[in-house]
């Protein structure tokens, strides 16, 4: 056990050394990085936590997480990638929030939009994660997408949210696999493989 936590220790400080060097929006824009890629399939075989949607992982897995890197981007980065740099707009930060309950485990994914003159728009999904029999796997669905111009114009105010439900019948469930899970970072991927790792706030 204790040549395997190095062995992990090491790969994270790889892994952190190599998603630092990137600027932000390459790292989180759909643009793979193989060696990065690589680093974190590492880190799965290891799997320091094989069940991390189990509910006494609920300390470890609740709380806010940061989007370092995207092997393929997320639908709101694929979505600014295609717009021209010279509009200036550009991807803040990427964030979730995530919270044990008698349901599952809630999520907030959000995403701060830089609006040259205008200011910055917050974009949130709230939903749910329903947990799998293998305590790996969730089945994603959102019952709300919220707006919010923050900052306009340089000012410091907000501007009142702009929330959105989703009518049930209109919900759909994404497949959802957390592949890795420790007290510093998590890695998530979509159905297709797609990989997303996270750092906690």
Avoid at 117 to 122: C, H, M, N, Y
Wanted: charged content about 20%; some cysteine; hydrophobic content about 40%.
């Amino acid at each position: 056990m204790k040549v395997e936590n190095q062995s992990n220790d090491s790969l994270k400080t790889q892994l952190i050394q190599q998603v630092e060097a990137l600027p932000f929006q390459q790292a989180i824009f759909p643009q793979s990085e193989p060696d990065i890629d690589r680093i974190i399939q590492n880190l799965e075989e290891i799997n320091l936590t094989p069940h991390p949607l189990n509910f006494e992982n609920q300390a470890l897995i609740s709380g806010s997480w940061q989007l370092i890197y995207a092997s393929n981007g997320t639908v709101v980065t694929r979505q600014v990638a295609t717009i021209p740099d010279w509009t200036g707009i550009k991807i803040k930060e990427v964030y979730q929030t995530l919270n044990f309950n008698d349901s599952g485990i809630t999520t907030s994914n959000c995403a701060k939009i830089e609006l040259p003159i205008l200011g910055e728009l917050k974009i949130e999904a709230s939903g749910i994660w329903k947990c799998e029999e293998d305590e790996t796997t969730a089945l994603v669905s959102f019952d709300a997408f919220t707006f919010q111009a923050t900052k306009p114009f340089s000012l410091p105010v907000n501007l009142p949210e702009l929330k959105i439900p989703v009518i049930e019948a209109l919900r759909n469930e994404a497949v959802w696999i957390t592949s890795y899970l420790d007290e510093e970072i998590r890695v998530g991927r979509g159905k297709t493989g797609n990989l997303f790792l996270f750092r906690r706030e």
